[in-house]
């Protein structure tokens, strides 16, 4: 025994129309297959769709008394909640002159009266097929559209837990430097913000280049793995020799990055931001850092400002052959190094946002005693700090 659909599973049609005998008509033809709502006039009409409740069709009578059919189907589709209903208009055989202007305000079809029920049915449940196939392919461009949302978050979790994965493996075979490379990509972070309006950086700095320097500055020290125990973990000055292996870490890196970059199908602006990052923090402003020995502008703005980040915080942490510099002083030190080790503009905002820095520096502590005086004979520049 077949079982009679309930209310709530039939789709809904409103008819609207100011003529008795056209409403008694529709109603009777389609009430046993579709719930139906009646509406006498346009006004009526936008009421009736108003509510959280929308009809899946509406059949609209063109000639109206008030609001014409024309304008309550213009105001239907200029709603974002109603637009995607389709309307049928309902239309004597002399007004279907203005059938194309139907079809501008946002019709699907019409239905000439007098009515023909085959019609009516026939039309109706063409035209509610499609709407259901199209709030299908809808409904699955917005899962589907979700999936990739989703994976692309999953991509760019696995992308940074891999990255910090990385970088940490670099900083465990230095155990005194604790949080650093947290520290460090909030500094480049602050910086990077405060400079974006600076016209020498505001064309290099925009939103998504700061995010991915934030993400690509934890990589500047992975060149650290490649070198040995004896020269990394050394509590003492190191030597002549000792010092120009050390500095390999920085070709160390942006080989490793550059053979990650060989992988890829495309050129990645993250792993270029990682790779200048890496193999040019330790040049200076003056040309007389490492590795290339490069000067001014022709170091990497990235590079630049990993640089101020980097140097402020070995100054303020605990090392093996130092004490932690208090703020104020690894304040007035990268000042020293304006224009000779750091780039002039940098130092400058660093200088108008000190204070972020040293609220990082707490947030992100080693553990270690702050504010403790250096002893005297620790390096009082930034040249002396690796």
């Known amino acids: ?65 008030g609001i014409g059919g024309f304008e309550v189907c213009k105001r239907l589709k200029e709603n974002p909640l109603t637009e995607k209903i389709p309307v049928i208009f309902l239309t004597a055989m002399e007004e279907n002159e203005n059938e194309q202007e139907g079809f501008d305000v ?41 999936e990739v949302e989703k994976r692309t978050r999953d991509v760019l979790v696995i992308q940074d837990v891999t990255i910090m994965a990385l970088a940490s493996l670099a900083e465990t075979r230095d155990n005194e430097t604790g949080n650093h490379i947290l520290r460090t990509q909030h500094y480049v972070r602050l910086l990077a913000m405060q400079l974006r309006s600076h016209p020498k950086f505001r064309t290099a700095l925009d939103n998504d280049t700061i995010q991915m320097l934030y993400k690509s500055a934890p990589l500047h020290d992975i060149g650290k793995v490649g070198i040995p125990d004896n020269i990394l973990l050394k509590p003492g000055v190191l030597t002549a020799e000792e010092f120009e292996v050390m500095k390999t870490h920085t070709t160390l890196g ?54 101020v980040g980097d140097v402020y915080d070995a100054l303020i942490s605990r090392r093996v052959y130092k004490a932690p510099f208090p703020h104020k002083k690894a ?32 947030r992100y502590s080693d553990g270690h005693e702050a504010g403790r005086p250096p002893q005297p004979e620790l390096p009082t520049s930034s040249a002396s700090i690796m």
């Open 331 to 362: 304040v007035e030190i990268i000042r020293e190094g304006r224009g000779r080790h750091f780039d002039p503009d940098i130092v400058d905002a660093f200088l108008q946002i000190a204070d972020d820095f040293h609220a990082v520096a707490m």
């Open 254 to 307: 942006r080989d490793t990055i550059v053979t990650a970059e060989k992988l890829l199908d495309a050129p990645s602006s993250f792993l270029r931001l990682a790779r200048e990052i890496a193999y040019s923090h330790q040049e200076k402003w003056d040309g007389s850092g490492y590795p290339e020995g490069l000067a001014g502008n022709d170091i990497p703005v990235s590079a630049r400002l990993m640089a």
């Open 1 to 65: 025994m077949n079982r009679s659909p309930d209310a709530t599973d039939l789709q809904t049609i409103l008819i609207v129309d100011d003529t008795p005998e056209n409403l008694t008509l529709l109603y009777g033809l389609l009430k046993d297959r579709y719930r139906v709502l009646i509406a006498t006039n346009g006004e009526r009409a936008l009421q009736l769709t108003a509510g959280d409740s929308l009809p899946d069709m509406i059949l609209l009578d063109v000639m109206m008394p």
């Open 106 to 146: 946002g019709a699907v079809d019409y239905i000439i009266k007098p009515i023909s029920p085959p019609i009516v049915l026939a039309r109706v449940k063409t035209h509610l097929k499609l709407k259901a196939a199209a709030d299908f392919l809808e409904d699955k461009a917005a899962f589907l559209q979700d």
